[in-house]
């Protein structure tokens, strides 16, 4: 099975009220943002959608929502991920129908070794039959996921790509270097994602789309389309306020901005909190520069 998503995807974000129940007219405009702003697929529920606060039947509305908007226009791909093995897999037996591709974060916590990571992929990707992102995350799960372990997962039929979000330049070229046809590699890092494009990677799952998706998708395809002196000029336009987004923690610093553009408000769950109100003041500021310039 070849990897089907490719290109500037986006790691929804969950809108709350002010009272911390889910904003679904909210979420509906920000799906509509996705839409109008090139994004070519969308990913529900992943840790910027802040999926370890929400129930089982709010990630379900969300999903929902999110499927009803899009109406069948852009590919969903679907968090479903965990460190209880069979739970993941009980999990992906129930996935509703219209879901495109699920992404899948590394056993985080219990820090399995290398075969453990391969036998509880083997063992997930048994429980369905759609196409499978791997995510490596090493700052979130404690546990780096090996060139070689991808590379040994890439062999499973509906295991179709990798979401890389280590940081290590190296590693991931080496993944890209001898994988094999039609296995992706996808940035889990905004901020490196044209040059790991310029290496050879198929795309991003994006945290900083949420906000600008016009211009991060023409980063990333002018990336793809080999036009590397646009990309890095749209690169480095983003370089600074993707920097912003990350300083105090995800997905705090990219609702400061979504709520600057009136898509939400800030409120996260506990324990994720606002930012700072001086982080807020410059991603205000920066956000207002990138909406109001070319």
């Keep these: 099975m070849n990897n ?50 929400l129930t089982s039947d709010e990630k379900r509305k969300v999903l929902d929502t999110v499927m009803e908007v899009n109406n069948g226009r852009l590919k969903i791909v679907f968090g479903v991920g965990g460190n209880n093995t069979r739970a993941v897999g009980e999990t992906l037996k129930s996935v509703p129908s219209g879901v495109d591709g699920i992404l899948s974060v590394s056993p985080y916590y219990n820090k399995p070794i290398q075969k453990g990571i391969i036998e509880h992929y083997k063992y997930i990707a048994s429980c369905t039959d759609l196409p499978i ?112 987004f990350f ?9 400061a901005s979504l709520a600057a553009q009136t898509i939400m408000t800030e409120a996260m769950r506990l324990p994720l909190f606002p930012v700072s109100e001086g982080l807020r003041s410059r991603i205000q500021l920066e956000t207002h520069l990138l909406t109001t310039t070319n």
């Design 247 to 255: 300083e105090e923690g995800n997905p705090g610093g990219v609702k």
């Design 133 to 244: 992102i791997l995510y490596n995350v090493p700052g979130r799960t404690g546990s780096n996921v090996l060139p070689e372990t991808t590379l040994t997962l890439s062999e499973i039929s509906n295991i179709v790509a990798m979401k890389e979000a280590s940081g290590n330049m190296e590693q991931i070229m080496e993944i890209i270097r001898q994988r094999p046809e039609g296995f992706g590699v996808l940035s889990g890092d905004d901020a490196l994602t044209m040059p790991l494009i310029a290496a050879g990677a198929d795309g991003v799952i994006s945290v900083v789309a949420n906000a600008f998706p016009k211009r991060f998708s023409e980063m990333v395809h002018a990336s793809m389309k080999g036009d590397l002196a646009a990309a890095r000029k749209a690169h480095y336009a983003l370089l600074p306020i993707t920097k912003m």
């Design 4 to 53: 089907p998503f490719t290109g500037s995807g986006v790691a929804l974000v969950t809108p709350f009220t002010h009272e911390h129940e889910i904003d679904f007219p909210a979420l509906k405009k920000l799906v509509q943002m996705q839409l109008d702003g090139g994004t070519d697929f969308l990913v529900v529920q992943g840790t910027t959608g802040e999926s370890p606060t």
